[in-house]
């Protein structure tokens, strides 16, 4: 029997990346709140000695986090053989260490609890800083895909002579990649953060590529600052006007709007999180993937 997908708070644009697949079933699942806030879960299809598979936006994930676990319980309980997770974008990554004392390390508080209510996991390009790989904090087998090749071919479509620049070293490792892909070169910026808000950046020196396009991605765009900051720099010393691209659209403090306003000619997300910059489908990567697990 083929496995059975369930869709939580995923935008019906990514769902419809999955509905004439012939990989799956699709199911229906209500979820709803009551006057107070609570949440109702019910399940329209049958579960019992089905395998499970939820495709799940847990941007914004206080809201959402509940219901699911709420959600994979009540499956349990129904009867299902095994539950599997997409996650296109996982939260709860930032906190990996104890920076003050009191502080809560909530990335292996929350992999904990997804651990205990799922038997697997795959998601795109997760923030990966002080962990080398997901498996330091997850208990279940866990698949990482990367945007990569996605992002170069949109690149290679709409850009010409581009400069891959990355925000910090911790880029480095994709944006290589994405460069190397298009046989083009890349700049690494060094940024010292001092705050939530507060980044310094030192930038390389990009005289010799007045003629090329730059390219500025990241694996999350949040508040944007880097972003801001380096439009500006490259506006300054007459540099072709920049393209942004990011993996995962979290634009917090209205983030997309400055780093329009500051000059870029695009923002350019996949779409990991429901937005209006989203012009990169990921969707192709996890089926491609799920054709892989044995059911």
């Given at each position: 029997m083929k496995p059975l997908l369930l869709s939580l708070y995923t935008s019906p644009s990514f769902l419809d990346g999955f509905k004439d697949s012939s990989q799956f079933d699709l199911g229906n699942l209500t979820v709803r709140e009551f006057p107070d806030q609570e949440s109702y879960i019910k399940y329209d299809t049958d579960v019992k000695k089905r395998d499970l598979v939820f495709i799940v936006a847990l941007d914004k994930p206080n809201s959402k986090f509940l219901p699911l676990i709420f959600a994979s319980q009540t499956a349990r309980e129904l009867g299902a053989r095994s539950i599997g997770l997409i996650v296109p974008y996982l939260p709860y990554m930032r906190q990996d260490k104890q920076f003050l004392s009191g502080e809560a390390v909530t990335s292996k508080y929350f992999a904990k609890m997804l651990s205990d209510n799922i038997d697997w996991l795959i998601t795109i390009d997760p923030h990966l800083h002080r962990y080398h790989s997901l498996n330091e904090i997850y208990k279940i087998p866990t698949t990482v895909l990367h945007a990569n090749d996605?992002?170069?071919?949109?690149?290679?479509?709409?850009?010409?002579?581009?400069?891959?620049?990355?925000?910090?070293?911790?880029?480095?490792?994709?944006?290589?990649?994405?460069?190397?892909?298009?046989?083009?070169?890349?700049?690494?910026?060094?940024?010292?953060?001092?705050?939530?808000?507060?980044?310094?950046?030192?930038?390389?020196?990009f005289s010799d590529y007045q003629d090329f396009t730059p390219v500025l991605v990241d694996d999350i765009i949040s508040t944007g600052t880097t972003m801001v900051e380096t439009i500006t720099h490259l506006k300054n010393i007459k540099m072709k006007v920049p393209i942004c691209i990011g993996v995962h659209a979290i634009f917090a403090h209205h983030a997309y709007e400055n780093i329009l306003a500051a000059g870029a000619k695009s923002v350019i997300t996949c779409n990991t999180i429901e937005h209006i910059s989203n012009a990169i489908d990921v969707s192709s990567l996890i089926k491609t993937c799920l054709t892989n697990i044995k059911f």
């Open positions: 996605l992002i170069s071919t949109w690149v290679q479509q709409h850009v010409s002579s581009p400069l891959i620049i990355g925000p910090d070293s911790e880029s480095e490792q994709w944006v290589a990649t994405i460069a190397k892909t298009l046989n083009s070169p890349y700049k690494i910026l060094e940024k010292i953060r001092k705050g939530d808000n507060i980044v310094q950046i030192k930038f390389p020196n």
